[in-house]
């Protein structure tokens, strides 16, 4: 069974931080990228961050970059982490990790939520004004 469990979202002040992580079971971690994405009502979902396991490369969407870091953890625990620093309250929203077999879709369709096959519960991240 393909587990991704997210946690560590709450409620913070403009100009806090938090860390998210993501515990990653029943997939061989290291075939796939991992991304958070997040969703407001009414929105679309945004792939904020995503790694490649295979380059260790990232991406950062525009709204986050050099606020937000994302990173991987394969030695120990499968787990990916998204540090998020200076937040603003345009952040709110439910994030979620979610895994693309790196085999499956190209990786410039990496930023396009439809081509994540698994998917985390989801944490709320609510920043206050």
């Known amino acids: 069974e393909v587990q991704l469990q997210a946690s560590g979202g709450g409620l913070v002040q403009a100009g806090g931080s938090l860390r998210l992580s993501c515990a990653v079971s029943?997939?061989?971690?290291?075939?796939?990228?991992m991304s958070w994405i997040r969703q407001v009502p009414g929105k679309e979902r945004e792939v904020v961050s995503c790694t490649s396991k295979s380059d260790g490369s990232t991406y950062h969407a525009d709204s986050v970059k050099g606020r937000f870091t994302i990173s991987s953890d394969s030695n120990t625990e499968n787990e990916v982490f998204l540090q998020m620093n200076s937040l603003k309250p345009e952040d709110t929203a439910v994030y979620y990790c979610?895994?693309?077999?790196?085999?499956?879709?190209?990786?410039?369709?990496?930023?396009?939520?439809?081509?994540?096959?698994?998917w985390g519960q989801g944490t709320q991240v609510t920043v206050s004004s």
């Open positions: 979610a895994a693309v077999n790196e085999r499956g879709p190209p990786p410039e369709n990496w930023d396009r939520a439809y081509e994540y096959r698994y």
């Open positions: 029943g997939i061989t971690f290291d075939d796939y990228a």
